[in-house]
Structure formats: C-alpha cells, structure tokens
C-alpha cells in the first residue's frame, strides 16, 4: 500500500475487505458517529494519536488490515512520533469521542443474539445448564471501596470560624445546611492511614465552607501532610465516604449559626427536621454497610419506585416499597427505621395498594419517576501532568501511564471522572503545595476531558508517600519506591545501582495523633465494624505459620510472588550481631520451627507424604550449605505443589488450549470457534503465567480497564 497522505484537519479513512484495504476518504463537513458503520474499519488521523476504530461485525482480516496501514501511516515520512490507540465499537475511549462533534452521551451496544446463541452451544457441548441464559441480565458489579472499614471516625460540625465535635450517636446524622470535617484513622497495609475531609451540604452557605477547608487544611498540614485530605458535596459522595459512615443520615435545614442567619435574611422558611413534623426520607443503599436515608419534600412527586421510604408525622409511621424495589431494600427500610423512629410501630404500604391516610399526609396523588437515581460512574483513569501559574492551569496527559511517570517535583491529576486526585510530590514548594484543592477545582471546571464533569465532584488530595490503596489500585505500585529520599535523578540513580530494584529501608513516621478525646488508633476489641478489605488481597492456602517462617528466609524478596502476602514473622531474633550469623540464625530457627511441624501428626495437603524427617536421629555435625539446599529443595517442592493446588480450577475450564500466536489479533494462522473478546482464556496456565506475570485467578481480580490495557499490550484485544 502506498503511503497516505493527510490533510492538516482531522480525517478518516475506512478499509473494508472490498477494495482490499485502499484508504477511501469519508465524505461529510464535520465527524459525526454516524459516519461509522459497524460493518468497516476506520483510521482517525490526530497527529500524535492514530485511532483504528473497529466495527463490531468486521472480520478478523479486516481488522489486521486496519491495524497494518495504522503502522504503514505512523512509519511516513514528516510525520511527527505517533502512537497507536486501537478502539473497538460500544468500548470507545472518552478522549477518541472527544474528536467528534456529536456523540451521544450514553451509548449502549446490544449484544446479538447470534453471538449469545454460539456462547450458549459452546457451553453446552461441555455439559453446562444453559436454560435462560439469553434471557439472562448482566451481573451489576457493586464498587468496591479498597478502605479498612474498622478504624476510628471523628466528626465535627462547622460554624463559621468554631468547629463543633459530635457524639458517637450523632456522627452519621449531617444537616443538609450545615459544613462538616471528618477525620479516618485505619489500619492500612504497614502503617496506620488516615482521611481527613469536608462534606459540604447542599443549602450550607459560603462561610462554612471556605471555613471547614481552612480547617481542615489545618488538620493536615499539623500532621505534615500525612493525611489525604478530600473534598465532598451532598449528592456527589463516593463509595469511601459512605463504607466509612456505612448507615448515613441527611436532614433538611441546618443547625449553624450561618445557615440561620442565611434563612433570617432571605426570609425563608426554616425547614429544619424536626422529630414531631411532617418528613419524608429516601433510602439508598447496596446493604447494611452501605446505607443512607436523604430527607426529601414530604410530597408524592418525591417518591419513586425504585426506591423505599419512609413517612412520619408525630406517632404517625409509614414505610412505602415501590414496585421495583428488592427485599434488600425493604431490609435497609426497617434498619434506617431503627435509627429515625425507634421503637415507633410502622404501617406498611405497598406501591399501588396505599392508604387514604398515606396520601393524606403528602397532600394528593401526583406523578412520580420510576427509574434510578442516576450517578457518574468511575471510568478508564487519565493522568495528567500540570503547570499552574497565577492562577492558569495547564495539563499535560500522560498515555499508558505507570508509577515512575510520577516525579517528585511535579504535581499530578489522575481523572476517574467520578472523582479526581491530586498527587503531590515530596519535592513540591510548600506554597504550591497549598494549592492543590486549587488545582483539583480548576481542573473539573475546564473539564480537559470533555465528560461534562460535576464541578462537585469529590477531590482527593494525595501526598508523595501516603497513598492509599484506592489510589494505588490504578497502578502496579511499588511503596518502596515512594519511600525513597532524593529527587527523581537521585532515585533512578539508586535504583541503577541497587541492580532495577529500590532500596526497601522505609523511613519510619511517628503515627499522627487525632484530634479530640478519643484515640486515633482504637483497641481492636472495639472494631466491631464490619470489614471491607479490597477484593485483590489474597491469601495462600495451606501454609502453616512455619512453612511462612522458613519461606522468608530462603526465598528472594525481589522475586516473591504477588499474590503471596509478606512473611508473618518479620524478626526471630529482635538482637543480632552481624548480617551473616543473623541469616544463619534465622534459617536454623525456621527449619527448626519447621521439623517440629514434621513431628507432630502429617496436616492432609500441607506437607506432601514423601516427606519424611525423623526426629530420633542422632546427632551430628552436618555441613551448614548442604542442609540449607536441602531445605531450600523442600521448600522449591512445596511451593510448586501449592501452585499446582492453586491452579486446579482454571484447568478444570474446559475450553479448548492455543498457542497464543494463534490467539492474537494479529496472528497469520488465527484461532478459530473462540470467543475473540477473551482469547486470554484459551492459554495454557504456563503460557499464561508467561505473558502476564501473574495467575488467571489474580489477574480476573485486576479492574476491567485494567485487564483490558494488558491485553491490549499482549495484542489480545
């Protein structure tokens, strides 16, 4: 193929099987999504990007030709260095629709019933049940919170330049006219984490919240930044903010001295909650560690039926279930019950089956919506670098990013498009570190992206060393490496010389203390919150506490598995006198703590039968090296049979086993009767363990985009 030429502006050429992948330009005045035709391939020329979008019913052929004159148009000549981004029809990157002039906010791609009918044979030639699997609606991934849910909250309510700390009873009841700060203490992966953060009610005015932010700022800065700090408007929460307060409760009206002020001067009428008037409560929620009750207008427009509610006026109590509402629901009715009206009997009312003395209370029958609430979903993560000088903001974004693209001089904006953070570095001015809310709210009102962002969506402010894991999620992070002292030339510096690995000497931090009477770090006696651990931490089966001890002392730390947690004994010995007579005492007291295991009764799948030691040997003198291989051999021994035992599920797929050059996109001889959007699974557990690093079981634990970006790396998607 002759290499294309290209105008300046933005063009698009679609190749189809017809004319044998010759580029043919699309005719029109400006990009539109209907000039894309699900049956064809099309380039978008952007200069620094080239887009290869790709029809959903193209063929594998037409694809490959697509992506072969991509490669062709980057290689010409004056053509400045461009990458590659591929896009598959329904799955269309927020930065490949930005180039459109119109396209529609949600877009959603029905799956043929073809394609669901061959899935369903496939399945059933390997003896599965396929009865009402076409009718069958998609699994709803609930989002999970990656935060310790047991540690310790404190919360103060805020008027004007005075901060007010609430009881225990009172700390998940907020006034939707009120500012308040919040401070999180929670265990995190080796040391204690904490969140400090603001949460701004809708009707709260101006002078509560410039000062709960100065507060909190406050906070922050006396406990040297330590803190992530977070900014949150009522209706925008994330999943963090309500696993922390877990049953949450919003009032109408406000008890602050500004809010009451506000209300005398517009002469309006104060709609403080009060427990004898008329209220009228949504409530919300995926369970009991994740609920909420938002007072609404205690009209019949209010209600909706996917939701309950509940209705009260003096004694009077009502709970009302629309008609789309679960039993989990109803459940989440009667717990918020408990904490609104206790000990009140309620009168249960069904939608469409509502009494005189219901409707009565919220004046007449009225129309009212019947779908969810909707809210703005975490997408695919961009980072942005940023530059902000006299109060202009520029950002730079930074494709297929990772976690050395974060220097320590420089200040960073990691865009989820439900909420935003901003990373700081260590080597940041202490002056332009105090303007990183700044920079969080100018870039939501640029809205860089063109997602039409809520100018109120939360901000997390993170700094360079104590990030959080619902940070570090979007990367393959390393902790050592944000531990580091220096700058960046400094650290890459070290790390060249450390052999590609940073030193892993962490400087220890005194653990900050919280503010108010109560301890930052509570007794765990008294964590009786429920537990909420990310679903990515995985424990190994099988392995007693010696066999840990021993692996600890053999294996190389550099080399450990992911999915292995750290040893559970980190120091046998609290003295030592020289790294050398340390190792070799910590190895002689993991292998005795390991044939001590042998002597007791054999554990069925621990230790494996050949393996015998007998205990009434006689003594001797063995040479040091040859016991420390032996044992070495042992420990190689167990650890494949684990692995083994750990890999029994993912061969009992049943489906069918390539080579992946036959599995990628790309491949001359191309697998045929798979299913193209998970060639993944037709991989050998070896070859799997090969290309990405890790097991099928860690790796369908990873996030979709996740998953998604190193397929697309191994040209498997």
């Not at 391939?41 to 959903?56: A, I, P, S």
């Not at 990183?436 to 969506?457: N, P, Q, W």
């Not at 090296?625 to 035992?645: C, F």
């Amino acid at each position: 193929m002759d290499p294309l030429r290209l105008r300046s502006d933005n063009n698009v050429f679609c190749y189809s099987r017809v004319n044998k992948g010759q580029a043919e330009p699309v005719e029109g005045d400006t990009l539109t999504k209907e000039l894309l035709d699900t049956n064809k391939c099309y380039l978008l020329d952007c200069g620094l990007e080239v887009f290869v979008w790709m029809g959903r019913s193209t063929s594998l052929d037409e694809r490959k030709t697509a992506t072969g004159a991509a490669e062709e148009l980057v290689r010409g000549l004056n053509r400045p260095k461009s990458h590659i981004i591929r896009v598959i029809e329904g799955f269309e990157t927020v930065m490949f629709r930005s180039k459109f002039d119109s396209w529609p906010q949600s877009d959603n791609v029905a799956v043929s019933e073809d394609g669901r009918g061959k899935v369903a044979a496939l399945l059933k030639r390997q003896g599965l049940n396929v009865k009402g699997l076409l009718k069958a609606a998609p699994v709803k991934e609930e989002p999970q919170p990656y935060i310790d849910c047991t540690g310790n909250l404190q919360v103060w309510r805020v008027s004007g330049q005075e901060k007010t700390l609430l009881t225990a009873s009172d700390q998940s009841k907020f006034y939707n006219g009120d500012c308040y700060i919040f401070q999180y203490s929670y265990p995190g992966e080796d040391k204690e984490e904490h969140l400090i953060g603001t949460w701004f009610g809708k009707q709260s005015v101006e002078e509560d919240r410039a000062s709960a932010i100065l507060q909190a700022s406050k906070m922050v800065e006396s406990l040297k930044f330590i803190p992530v700090q977070a900014r949150i408007y009522e209706g925008n929460e994330p999943i963090q903010f309500f696993s922390i307060f877990q049953s949450f409760i919003v009032f109408k009206g406000g008890l602050s001295d500004g809010y009451k002020k506000h209300v005398a001067e517009t002469e309006l009428p104060d709609a403080t909650y009060s427990e004898d008037a008329l209220a009228l409560f949504r409530v919300q929620g995926s369970g009991p560690e994740n609920m909420q009750a938002i007072q609404v207008e205690p009209v019949a427009s209010s209600l909706n039926s996917s939701y309950c509610y509940i209705l009260h006026s003096g004694s009077t109590v009502f709970t009302w279930s629309g008609n789309l509402t679960t039993t989990e629901d109803q459940e989440l009715v009667e717990r918020q019950l408990d904490l609104i009206k206790p000990n009140l009997q309620s009168k249960t009312q069904k939608e469409g089956a509502e009494s005189e003395q219901f409707w009565d209370l919220l004046g007449e029958k009225s129309e009212y919506p019947s779908q969810k609430i909707g809210r703005d979903a975490e997408s695919d993560p961009h980072l942005f670098s940023c530059t902000f000088s006299k109060g202009d903001l520029k950002v730079t974004e930074i494709h297929n990013f990772n976690q050395d693209d974060l220097m320590t001089e420089d200040t960073y904006i990691l865009d989820c498009r439900s909420y935003i953070f901003v990373w700081v570095g260590q080597h940041v001015d202490s002056k332009a570190r105090m303007h990183a809310l700044t920079i969080g709210e100018k870039f939501l009102e640029r809205d860089f992206l063109l997602e039409k962002v809520s100018r109120e969506a939360p901000i997390y402010i993170v700094v360079e060393g104590s990030e959080p894991q619902f940070f570090t999620r979007f990367f393959t992070w390393d902790s050592a490496k944000s531990a580091m002292h220096g700058n960046s030339f400094q650290r890459k510096l070290t790390i060249v010389k450390n052999g590609g690995t940073p030193n892993l000497d962490k400087p220890k931090r005194r653990a900050p203390v919280s503010y108010g009477g109560r301890s930052a770090v509570p007794d765990k006696s008294q964590r009786s919150r429920s537990m909420s651990f990310s679903p990515d931490r995985v424990r190994v089966r099988g392995r007693s506490p010696a066999f840990t001890a021993l692996a600890a002392n053999f294996e190389n730390p550099n080399a450990r598995n992911l999915s292995t947690p750290p040893p559970l004994v980190r120091k046998i010995y609290p003295k030592s006198v020289t790294p050398d007579s340390a190792k070799l005492a910590s190895r002689s007291a993991a292998i005795a703590a390991l044939t001590a295991t042998f002597e007791q009764p054999p554990r069925e799948n621990i230790i494996p039968r050949s393996v015998k030691v007998s205990p009434e040997a006689p003594e001797q003198k063995p040479d040091t090296n040859s016991k420390e291989n032996s044992m070495s051999s042992r420990i190689e021994a167990l650890t494949i049979q684990e692995d083994v035992k750990e890999g029994e599920a993912e061969d009992e797929e049943g489906l069918p086993i390539y080579p992946y050059e036959r599995l990628t996109i790309s491949s001359p001889d191309p697998a045929t009767d798979i299913d193209v959007t998970k060639r993944e699974t037709y991989l050998s557990l070896e070859e799997f363990r090969e290309k990405f690093a890790m097991t099928k079981d860690a790796f369908y634990k990873l996030p979709k985009w996740k998953q998604n970006k190193l397929k697309m790396a191994l040209q498997l998607f």
